[in-house]
């Protein structure tokens, strides 16, 4: 009789092997690297291994370990994939070592204020719900439980063309409208179908999304789906429709609008009372056409690295945009958001707001609703503490005289 192996127990040792040797160094485990230090410190033995309950985190890195426990191994990987070898990812966080934080001495920062207006409505954070598709595939309540973590800690929420939970079961859960994301089919039908049923649903804004319609070349989701011994037809049986794409006659094959221009973009807004933003610019020439085209708002986004191998970060591709802008429009940020000083930063740069995805599915992922909302408030926590430490009460005062460039990168 063979004997009986822990394959949790063994697999720990190993990630503690890995943790503890220098070769960790030289070795690219974008699954590893996506969850920081902390966790990197329990799996090396210093620490109780992953946290228990939402509670006992440290940091919102701490939900990645806990997520990769809990989730079938091709789920993980569609989480934490990125394009390519997830270089983009990477570049994401290494972004933000280019600039570093000014403080200033002698503020009364007592009080905190963090509230901010985005698009004529006031929030209490600047934190924002980024789009996120198929989140049952992360937990069983998925959309409905970020919908819920969003209303407990008022945040503004964006909802995706690929959710697993339509628009109008999210806007009752929430009790109040929320922002809607698009991606353009090439059918105009289904796209006006699409964009009538979030106005319908009383959607302030859609979120017109432009950074995938180049495809992705996944290879991480592929390298963990191999490992995946599941027999995914249980939730993958190619019968299932979309809750947004229900009653449409949608087009065989790939449906994104691969042709689309802005002509597309002035199409969306002429069809739509809705507020309009577009979300993958991250370039000036882009964000100067953007402003043209008559939109309302840009969010800076390599949908988290998952778009373009481009290696360049959001934050690094933020000040040409907002130097464009110049105020005219909207400005919001996301991909590779971690921390309250990669907030902070963004911020001080010129961004109105900054959107989170895989913090919160890490979250959801971990511990459901409750997870989303401990994600949510740690990263208010960090941000309120580094605005104390930069002596900048309000958002107002966090401005570019707060930051400057690290000389030493």
């Known amino acids: 009789m063979k004997p009986t192996v822990d394959v949790r127990e063994s697999r720990r040792l190993f990630l503690k092997f890995l943790a503890t040797s220098p070769a960790l160094a030289y070795m690219s485990f974008p699954a590893l690297a996506a969850q920081g230090p902390s966790s990197a410190i329990r799996l090396a033995g210093k620490g109780d291994g992953p946290i228990e309950s939402p509670e006992d985190a440290v940091n919102v890195f701490d939900f990645a370990t806990v997520a990769e426990r809990e989730l079938p191994p091709a789920h993980w990987g569609y989480m934490a994939t990125g394009t390519d070898d997830d270089a983009t990812i990477r570049a994401n966080r290494e972004g933000f070592d280019q600039f570093q934080l000014r403080a200033r001495r002698l503020v009364d920062v007592r ?100 950074d995938l319609l180049g495809g992705s070349n996944r290879e991480t989701l592929k390298l963990f789906a191999k490992t995946d011994m599941r027999d995914c037809s249980v939730c993958h049986d190619g019968s299932r429709v979309r809750p947004m794409h229900e009653g449409l006659d949608i087009p065989e094959g790939n449906n994104y609008a691969r042709g689309l221009t802005w002509d597309y973009v002035r199409q969306v807004r002429e069809h739509t009372s809705m507020k309009v933003l577009i979300k993958g610019i991250v370039t000036a020439e882009d964000a100067a056409l953007a402003v043209e085209s008559g939109v309302d708002g840009i969010i800076v986004s390599n949908h988290g690295g998952r778009a373009e191998a481009s290696m360049r970060s959001t934050i690094e591709c933020l000040p040409e945009i907002v130097d464009t802008v110049r105020g005219r429009i909207a400005v919001l940020v996301d991909s590779g958001f971690r921390r309250g000083t990669d907030f902070f930063k963004a911020l001080a740069i010129g961004a109105d707001a900054v959107c989170i995805g895989r913090p919160y599915l890490w979250g959801l992922a971990a511990f459901g609703q409750a997870g989303v909302e401990a994600v949510l408030e740690l990263l208010k926590t960090e941000l309120e503490i580094v605005m104390r430490q930069m002596g900048t009460p309000s958002i107002a005062q966090i401005t570019a005289s707060r930051i400057a460039a690290n000389r030493s990168r």
């Open 111 to 210: 009080e905190i204020d963090m509230s901010t207006e985005i698009l004529g409505r006031k929030w209490p954070t600047p934190i924002v719900i980024a789009p996120t598709g198929s989140n049952r595939a992360f937990h069983a309540e998925g959309e409905l439980a970020v919908t819920r973590a969003a209303k407990a800690k008022d945040i503004l929420q964006i909802l995706s063309t690929v959710s697993s939970t339509s628009i109008e079961d999210v806007v009752a859960a929430r009790g109040e409208p929320i922002w809607y994301q698009l991606y353009a089919s090439y059918s105009w039908d289904v796209t006006k179908a699409i964009v009538s049923r979030a106005e319908r649903a009383g959607s302030p804004a859609i979120v017109l999304t432009v």
